[in-house]
């Protein structure tokens, strides 16, 4: 009866054990997916408590997205439903371009959005591009990195940023492009703990408790610790590193490669 606000979102009430998520819930894919991600949001709250207030945080801004999307890459897989009882028989290996294209249109084809929206206001903001330049800078950004031109001529007073809530939200955006390759990093390291053999896209660790203790002990840091500490208590790495986004897609890469070949991708700028 009245109007609210339906993005999901995750709370932490009293800096201890009061969380919630806070969302319109249907029963269907996007917010069973949407649930895992915001109670990851929880869960990573959960586990810094302890934390003096200056540390409850992620330990850089990318890694609460990432952790929640990490999860993520687990309860989507056709494995994790079918431990849960949805699904009762495992899509075989047919099934599995299918299932790459569409995580790679959502994943792949953030990465260069997620890179642009930045990229376009570090130009406003250290004085690159003046208030004139504004839209066709965003439009050249999004043919420099996405290939994309608008879809007609835009007029003189055109503001096509604006529209992406992050821009007069004032929400800095590197954080989505570091969550995207974090996510792959903590969903391999996860996996080879499991001891799991099959493709990375196959791979849900539900049920894990080794995983999921190494996991909490590098969500306990919060902020304590600079990230590539963080990182390292995860996945022995100290970097951020997007071979693990190369691994996961590459039966799609094999896939494209072979449909592409003797065709002319890519764009001008
Ligand atoms: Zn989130």
């Excluded at 915001?38 to 997205?65: C, I, S, T």
């Excluded at 431990?83 to 599995?96: F, K, N």
């Excluded at 660790?205 to 996991?215: D, I, L």
Aim: charged share 20%; with cysteine; proline share 6%.
């Amino acid at each position: 009866d009245r109007e609210v606000v339906c993005h999901a979102s995750a709370w932490d009430l009293d800096n201890a054990d009061d969380i919630r998520i806070k969302m319109c819930t249907q029963v269907n894919g996007d917010d069973f997916y949407t649930v895992h991600h915001e109670l990851v949001h929880n869960y990573y709250q959960r586990a810094y408590k302890d934390q003096p207030f200056l540390f409850k945080n992620g330990a850089n801004d990318g890694f609460h997205e990432a952790i929640g999307d990490f999860v993520g890459l687990s309860a989507l897989t056709p494995t994790y439903l079918n431990q849960i009882g949805l699904l009762q028989t495992v899509p075989g290996e047919a099934e599995d371009i299918p299932f790459l294209l569409k995580m790679a249109l959502d994943k792949i084809a953030f990465l260069p959005f997620g890179l642009m929206v930045d990229r376009w206001r570090w130009g406003v903001f250290n004085g690159e591009t003046s208030p004139a330049e504004y839209n066709d800078a965003w439009s050249a950004n999004m043919l420099r990195y996405q290939g994309l031109v608008p879809p007609g001529p835009r007029p003189a007073n055109a503001f096509d940023a604006g529209a992406k809530y992050h821009i007069p939200g004032n929400t800095p955006y590197t954080r989505y492009f570091l969550a995207h390759i974090y996510q792959f990093q903590f969903h391999k390291a996860a996996c080879e703990q499991a001891g799991w053999t099959g493709p990375l896209h196959r791979c849900s660790v539900y049920g894990n408790e080794e995983v999921g203790a190494r996991f909490n002990a590098m969500m306990e840091m919060g902020q304590s610790r600079p990230w590539p500490e963080a990182m390292q208590a995860f996945t022995g790495q100290r970097e951020n590193d997007a071979s693990a986004v190369a691994d996961y897609f590459a039966p799609l890469n094999t896939w494209l490669t072979a449909r592409n070949r003797g065709k002319d991708c890519g764009w001008e700028t």
